[in-house]
T-cell receptor, first 111, second 118 residues
Framework: SQQGEEDPQALSIQEGENATMNCSYK?????LQWYRQNSGRGLVHLIL?????REKHSGRLRVTLDTSKKSSSLLITASRAADTASYFC???????????FGGGTRVLVKP | GAVVSQHPSWVICKSGTSVKIECRSL??????MFWYRQFPKQSLMLMAT?????????EQGVEKDKFLINHASLTLSTLTVTSAHPEDSSFYIC??????????????FGSGTQLSVL
């Protein structure tokens, strides 16, 4: 099974609401990253959190990491229609190592 | 930010033909590039790690003779799907890590190639 598994698989919200998605993983990691993918396009890096960090912010994004529970969450505050995309978590077991992607959460933000 | 260019964006080919996909890092050097395959509404499946000047490292279950990878320079990696069949139809995406610094953990992705084999 995949290293990272996300829930929910799909999320539909109104513009202005917050969107929260979670990622769980099985083995120890060096870092966890979140990426965004618009339909039929490549992925764009959003944020990276290292195993010794617990929370990071970037604009309207907030990421938490709980290594004891092997889980992470991505919060998008005050969502916009342009946030509609699929969001993937990816884990790296060691610095410079390959990343393993989770199943993704498809987010639909309705205007 | 770093830009990765992937071409073509889409390709339609007949069964039995070979298709080459290019992945270029435009403004940085990438000693390592990664090739993924993605089915509709699913996650990315890593196919292989492409290392400049050496053989690619393939993931378990990926046929190296079917998916030929060449990383001849620090800015170009190619994936050739040989003797393509309809089951090879998929979205292929490349990514690159900038330089060799261990601190450069994030990946930069190409825009993907939709391959349809008739």
């Amino acid at each position: 099974s995949q290293q990272g598994e996300e829930d929910p698989q799909a999320l539909s919200i109104q513009e202005g609401e917050n969107a929260t998605m979670n990622c769980s993983y099985k083995t120890s990691i060096n870092n966890l990253q979140w990426y965004r993918q618009n339909s039929g396009r490549g992925l764009v890096h959003l944020i990276l959190i290292r195993s010794n960090e617990r929370e990071k912010h970037s604009g309207r994004l907030r990421v938490t990491l709980d290594t004891s529970k092997k889980s992470s969450s991505l919060l998008i505050t005050a969502s916009r229609a342009a946030d509609t995309a699929s969001y993937f978590c990816a884990t790296g077991k060691a610095a410079g190592n390959k990343l393993t992607f989770g199943g993704g959460t498809r987010v639909l933000v309705k205007p | 930010g770093a830009v990765v260019s992937q071409h073509p964006s889409w390709v339609i080919c007949k069964s039995g033909t070979s298709v080459k996909i290019e992945c270029r890092s435009l403004d940085f050097q990438a000693t390592t590039m990664f090739w993924y395959r993605q089915f509709p509404k699913q996650s990315l499946m890593l196919m292989a790690t492409s290392n400049e000047g050496s053989k690619a490292t393939y993931e378990q279950g990926v046929e190296k003779d079917k998916f030929l990878i060449n990383h001849a320079s620090l800015t170009l990696s190619t994936l050739t799907v040989t003797s393509a069949h309809p089951e090879d139809s998929s979205f292929y995406i490349c990514s690159a890590r900038e330089g060799t610094l261990r601190s450069n953990e994030k990946l930069f992705f190409g825009s993907g190639t939709q391959l349809s084999v008739l």
